[in-house]
Every structure is written in C-alpha cells, then in structure tokens.
C-alpha cells in the first residue's frame, strides 16, 4: 500500500485557473516537503514543513501557497496558472525534518498539464 | 551556500560494464550526500547515503565513498545490469538547514 498519497495522479487546467494538489502521508513522520520536476530544473524544492509550521520556501511566485490542515497533510495550491508550471509536482516526508541525513520519502507525483 | 555538480546528463553502457557516475559538491557546513534513483514513471526513492569521511556505504551493487578532501561522493558499481538503467539524482543537505538539494540527474542507459 502507498505510504505517501497524492492526488489526482495526473491533472489538466487551463491558463489562469486555480487547482490544489493533495498529499496524505501515512508514514507517522512529522515534516513535509513539496518537490517540482520539470524538464527545465529536473527536481527543484519548493517548500518545507516541520510540525505544521513553514520551515523553508525557495519558492519565488506567491501562486504557490502550501495548506497543513493536518499533521500528515500538505496539500498545493496553485494560482493564476500559466503554462510554464506544468510539471511533476512531488510530496515528500521525512521522520522529522531536522538538519540530519534523514530519508525523504516521495510520493508518485501530480502530473500538471497547462494548456 | 550548498550546491551539487553532476557533470553527466546522459550515460549510456553496455551491460556488464563498470558504472561511474559523478557528483562533486559545494557545502558551508559537514555535509550529508545521499544518493536518489529514479525509474521511469516512479518516485524518486533513497539508494543510499552518507555522512562519514571515507566511509562506502552499499546498496543493490551499488557503492559510493564520500571524500570530503575532494568533495565527492561518486556513484560506482562494478557491473551494470539492464534493470540499473534509471535517473540517478545526488543530493546534499547539511547542518544549517533541513532543505536536501538536488543535482541535476544523470540518465543511466544501459544496453544489451
């Protein structure tokens, strides 16, 4: 069984519409991640999260919000789209988030198509 | 601040042959390297990692040493098998922050 769920598996949206993407853990780890795969910038960190709490954001547009309405959720809202964001997006955890050598765990991705 | 160089996109071996894969690294702080494989229209997914200075960790044939006098932590094994063909990501995190960077892939192709 996927320890890590993301939803839908592949998406399709027009340029300017909103979407959220879903991520579910079931691994007990207390820090997630959001991870984006393109062609252009293979994989890219996005966000970071450790207890619910924000800990990192490379992330420059302001379309990208993250959303932890639960520990083991971190669902990706993502604004005003344009073509240049269709890529994999990947979610990620790891037991705590700390600065260590912690595994990260991914999920099997969102495919985003912009049309 | 942290980077990681992976100076092959592409490399294609016949089965059987030795595999190199490089990654050389930039870090502030004493860093961790890790190695990340991924299949086709799979996750990426740990092969294995490293913190300690001349240590060689392994996993499925697979071996890496980190040497921090060189900033390395290259990706070897001694015989390639058709099922290693994947994209094989290094990556670095360190004592600062709890970000993991990632090199840019390189594509292992390996042929009959």
């Known amino acids: 069984d996927p320890k890590i769920i993301q939803k839908p598996k592949y998406l399709v949206a027009v340029t300017g519409s909103e979407k959220i993407l879903i991520c579910e853990q079931y691994?007990?780890?207390?820090?997630m991640y959001w991870y984006r795969q393109s062609a252009k910038k293979p994989l890219e960190f996005m966000f970071s999260?450790?207890?619910?709490?924000?800990?990192d954001n490379q992330t420059a547009s302001s379309r990208f919000q993250p959303q932890s309405s639960k520990k083991n959720h971190l669902d990706l809202q993502i604004t005003a789209l344009k073509p240049d964001d269709s890529a994999t997006y990947f979610c990620a955890s790891s037991p705590t988030g700390g600065p260590s050598a912690e595994t990260l765990y991914f999920g099997s991705g969102t495919r985003l198509t912009v049309l | 601040g942290d980077s990681v160089t992976q100076t092959e996109g592409l490399v294609t071996l016949t089965e059987g042959l030795p595999v190199m894969l490089n990654c050389t690294y930039q870090?502030?702080?004493?860093?961790?390297l890790f190695w990340y494989v991924q299949h086709l229209n799979e996750a990426p997914k740990l092969l294995l990692k490293s913190f300690t200075d001349n240590k060689r960790p392994e996993h499925q044939g697979f071996h890496a040493t980190l040497h921090k006098s060189s900033s390395s932590f290259h990706l070897q094994k001694s015989s390639a098998q058709l099922s290693d063909s994947a994209l094989y990501y290094c990556a670095l995190s360190d004592w600062s922050n709890n970000r993991i960077f990632f090199g840019d892939g390189t594509q292992l192709v390996v042929k009959p």
């Open positions: 999260y450790s207890y619910q709490k924000l800990m």
């Open positions: 691994l007990g780890h207390n820090a």
């Open positions: 870090s502030t702080y004493s860093p961790f």
